[in-house]
């Protein structure tokens, strides 16, 4: 309704009682135009739905048993029917129809599964009709406790138009039900298989699935040095009653990986791809090279293992991958394509019926690669992506060892709008606050709505501006609120003017990329001299791109020129 009246359309609606009266007066419709008609009656003529002319279109959900279309619809109109497929017999049964009245169907949900991309494009248009207060929420919302889950079940079985929402609060006293869970169990008679197996995750994950009564692991490492050290581990996972060997196998070399698969002599129960290789580097400065160092073992060891495997009856194939498929890393292009691979193809498995998961996760906090590099860590922060302790991993690991592809149908039939959700796990992703939204291009997307702080939702309309910005922010309103003073800028006194309201936000921005208090910024020191690499100044360029349209090249913000004189240098490009 509301769509139809945003494009200029006159709109009647037919509710089957008058308490549902509300929703479509919320919607714009007018009074005149709202037809109660019980569902007992519904057949639509002249008579009960008309005071004008003729309607162009009918949208009919429920497909009524009798609509007199003739009287109803003008030559050359439409009847749209929506849901599931189903006849028009009892429609159109006992009438004679003048010509060009077309009868169809719509079914949101084939076509989604037959057409994403166009669904896409139409909920892109719907989601712009949002974002511009074209349409808007008129459903109420009933909140309740959550000792009162019962009624809100009720409501919704006895067809309450209301949506329940049920409140959870750590301080209710009311405590809900637990379920038993089964501990995890594995086979003594299969052979697990970890990649990456001599790594910090990799030990860990090797522990744990030996003290889950695993009774036989493989670990891959192409690493001589690691492979020559793993007798410590050897001997811990033993003492589990475990037989662990170490494999030298490159997993991005299809041969290796077929040579070891073959060289297994049990049944092989499971995979745990966690093989990893980092390069950061500028994607500007990356060679095809760099980008396949990073990007094989990742992409094509899981190819490898997918093939060496289909035919193997596995419990598992989990692909550890990371948050930087999601939300980005600035250096890491590589790493963040392939852990977007790994999260697609945990869904191209669980389509073909295979089981499969990714799980996208922070950094590790106490083991691991960034655990052992402060400057990868502060980036990564900067970023959203957030620490995760082993102990969450493994959690995790557990949900998705569990964890099976669903069907497309359940028992009754009804079919899912997206099967393949179960695929991904995502831990680490950063609630965004009005800083993370200021600074990182992820946060601003539509689609991470759910991680917005409450805070940063109701903050627009806060009485107190400046209550919760961050430094970036409050420098880029000063600026702002200059330009939108000056009016008309012109050379000389307006690029003096506007050079210290520059220079506080790149003071600003280079904190953040630092991760260090703004006061700590000096004007007269160059950003080499705290320390600013490559690829923070990479951050540093896109941000100036993106809020003051000026191309700031890295060989400057890598130069000897302080902060002041860069905010000099982007003042006059402004100008010309």
Same mark, same amino acid.
């Given at each position: 309704?509301? %769509?139809?009246?945003?494009?200029?359309?006159?709109?009647?609606?037919? +509710?089957?009682?008058?308490?549902?009266?509300?929703?479509?007066?919320?919607?714009?419709?007018?009074?005149?135009?709202?037809?109660?008609?019980?569902?007992?009656?519904?057949?639509?003529?002249?008579?009960?739905?008309?005071?004008?002319?003729?309607?162009?279109?009918? %949208?009919?959900?429920?497909?009524?048993?009798?609509?007199?279309?003739?009287?109803?619809?003008?030559?050359?109109?439409?009847? !749209?029917?929506?849901?599931?497929?189903?006849?028009?017999?009892?429609?159109?049964?006992?009438?004679?129809?003048?010509?060009?009245?077309?009868?169809?169907?719509?079914?949101?949900?084939?076509?989604?599964?037959?057409?994403?991309?166009?669904?896409?494009? +139409?909920?892109?248009?719907?989601?712009?009709?949002?974002?511009?207060?074209?349409?808007?929420?008129?459903?109420?919302?009933?909140?309740?406790? #959550?000792?009162?889950?019962?009624?809100?079940?009720?409501?919704?079985?006895?067809?309450?138009?209301?949506?329940?929402?049920?409140?959870?609060?750590?301080?209710?006293?009311?405590?809900?039900?637990?379920?038993?869970?089964?501990?995890?169990?594995?086979?003594?008679?299969?052979?697990?298989? !970890?990649?990456?197996?001599?790594?910090?995750?990799?030990?860990?994950?090797?522990?744990?699935?030996?003290?889950?009564?695993?009774?036989?692991?493989?670990?891959?490492?192409?690493?001589?040095?690691?492979?020559?050290?793993?007798?410590?581990?050897?001997?811990?996972?033993?003492?589990?009653?475990?037989?662990?060997?170490?494999?030298?196998?490159? #997993?991005?070399?299809?041969?290796?990986?077929?040579?070891?698969?073959?060289?297994?002599?049990?049944?092989?129960?499971?995979?745990?791809?966690?093989?990893?290789?980092?390069?950061?580097?500028?994607?500007?400065?990356?060679?095809?090279?760099?980008?396949?160092?990073?990007?094989?073992?990742?992409?094509?060891?899981?190819?490898?293992?997918?093939?060496?495997?289909?035919?193997?009856?596995?419990?598992?194939?989990?692909?550890?991958?990371?948050?930087?498929?999601?939300?980005?890393?600035?250096?890491?292009?590589?790493?963040?394509?392939?852990?977007?691979?790994?999260?697609?193809?945990?869904?191209?498995?669980?389509?073909?019926?295979?089981?499969?998961?990714?799980?996208?996760?922070?950094?590790?906090?106490?083991?691991?690669?960034?655990?052992?590099?402060?400057?990868?860590?502060?980036?990564? %922060?900067?970023?959203?992506?957030?620490?995760?302790?082993?102990?969450?991993?493994?959690?995790?690991?557990?949900?998705?060892?569990?964890?099976?592809?669903?069907?497309?149908?359940?028992?009754?039939? +009804?079919?899912?709008?997206?099967?393949?959700?179960?695929?991904?796990?995502?831990?680490?992703?950063?609630?965004?606050?009005?800083?993370?939204?200021?600074?990182?291009?992820?946060?601003?997307?539509?689609?991470?709505?759910?991680?917005?702080?409450?805070?940063?939702?109701?903050?627009?309309?806060?009485?107190?501006?400046?209550?919760?910005?961050?430094?970036?922010?409050?420098?880029?309103?000063?600026?702002?609120?200059?330009?939108?003073?000056?009016?008309?800028?012109?050379?000389?006194?307006?690029?003096?003017?506007?050079?210290?309201?520059?220079?506080?936000?790149?003071?600003?921005?280079?904190?953040?990329?630092?991760?260090?208090?703004?006061?700590? !910024?000096?004007?007269?020191?160059?950003?080499?001299?705290?320390?600013?690499?490559?690829?923070?100044?990479?951050?540093?360029?896109?941000?100036?791109?993106?809020?003051?349209?000026?191309?700031?090249?890295?060989?400057?913000?890598?130069?000897?020129?302080?902060?002041?004189?860069?905010?000099?240098? !982007?003042?006059?490009?402004?100008?010309?």
């Amino acid at each position: 309704m509301q %769509l139809a009246m945003l494009f200029g359309a006159e709109v009647a609606t037919i +509710i089957p009682h008058e308490k549902y009266k509300h929703l479509p007066e919320k919607c714009g419709v007018s009074p005149d135009n709202i037809f109660v008609v019980p569902e007992a009656q519904m057949d639509l003529d002249r008579e009960n739905v008309m005071r004008n002319e003729p309607y162009s279109v009918i %949208l009919d959900p429920v497909h009524h048993h009798a609509i007199d279309c003739p009287t109803v619809l003008v030559s050359g109109g439409k009847y !749209i029917g929506i849901g599931r497929k189903r006849s028009f017999k009892s429609v159109m049964d006992g009438m004679t129809y003048p010509g060009n009245i077309t009868f169809t169907n719509v079914d949101i949900l084939d076509l989604y599964r037959d057409n994403k991309r166009r669904i896409g494009r +139409i909920l892109g248009q719907i989601m712009g009709y949002i974002d511009g207060d074209g349409l808007k929420g008129i459903i109420p919302l009933a909140i309740r406790e #959550v000792q009162d889950f019962k009624s809100a079940f009720s409501a919704m079985a006895d067809g309450s138009y209301e949506k329940q929402v049920i409140k959870l609060s750590s301080s209710n006293s009311h405590s809900m039900v637990k379920t038993q869970q089964k501990p995890l169990r594995l086979s003594q008679d299969k052979t697990y298989i !970890i990649t990456g197996g001599l790594g910090g995750l990799g030990r860990a994950i090797a522990v744990w699935l030996a003290s889950n009564g695993a009774g036989r692991l493989v670990l891959l490492t192409s690493s001589p040095t690691r492979a020559a050290g793993a007798n410590d581990l050897l001997q811990e996972l033993t003492a589990y009653g475990c037989k662990a060997t170490v494999a030298r196998c490159d #997993v991005a070399e299809f041969s290796d990986v077929s040579r070891v698969i073959a060289s297994i002599e049990t049944p092989v129960g499971g995979v745990i791809h966690s093989a990893l290789r980092l390069s950061d580097r500028s994607f500007t400065n990356m060679t095809l090279d760099d980008f396949k160092t990073v990007l094989d073992p990742k992409l094509q060891g899981c190819m490898n293992l997918h093939k060496t495997l289909r035919n193997e009856n596995l419990d598992f194939f989990v692909m550890l991958s990371s948050g930087c498929g999601i939300v980005g890393s600035p250096g890491q292009a590589a790493y963040s394509a392939s852990s977007t691979f790994l999260d697609s193809f945990a869904r191209y498995r669980h389509h073909l019926g295979l089981p499969a998961a990714s799980i996208d996760l922070g950094y590790l906090e106490e083991i691991g690669y960034v655990s052992e590099n402060p400057t990868v860590q502060s980036r990564l %922060l900067a970023t959203g992506v957030n620490p995760v302790s082993p102990k969450e991993v493994l959690d995790i690991l557990e949900a998705a060892i569990v964890s099976r592809p669903r069907t497309r149908g359940g028992p009754s039939g +009804i079919l899912q709008y997206d099967p393949y959700t179960d695929s991904q796990f995502i831990i680490g992703i950063t609630l965004i606050d009005k800083a993370m939204e200021s600074s990182q291009t992820w946060a601003k997307d539509k689609k991470f709505n759910s991680l917005r702080s409450m805070h940063t939702r109701i903050g627009s309309s806060s009485a107190v501006p400046d209550e919760g910005e961050s430094p970036i922010q409050k420098a880029t309103k000063r600026y702002q609120d200059a330009i939108r003073r000056h009016g008309e800028l012109h050379p000389g006194n307006d690029e003096s003017a506007l050079q210290p309201l520059i220079c506080s936000m790149l003071m600003a921005k280079m904190a953040q990329v630092l991760s260090i208090d703004t006061s700590e !910024i000096r004007p007269t020191q160059s950003a080499v001299e705290y320390g600013i690499d490559s690829l923070m100044a990479i951050e540093v360029r896109s941000w100036t791109r993106t809020t003051l349209s000026v191309d700031l090249p890295v060989n400057e913000l890598m130069s000897p020129y302080s902060i002041q004189d860069l905010a000099g240098r !982007i003042a006059q490009k402004l100008f010309k």
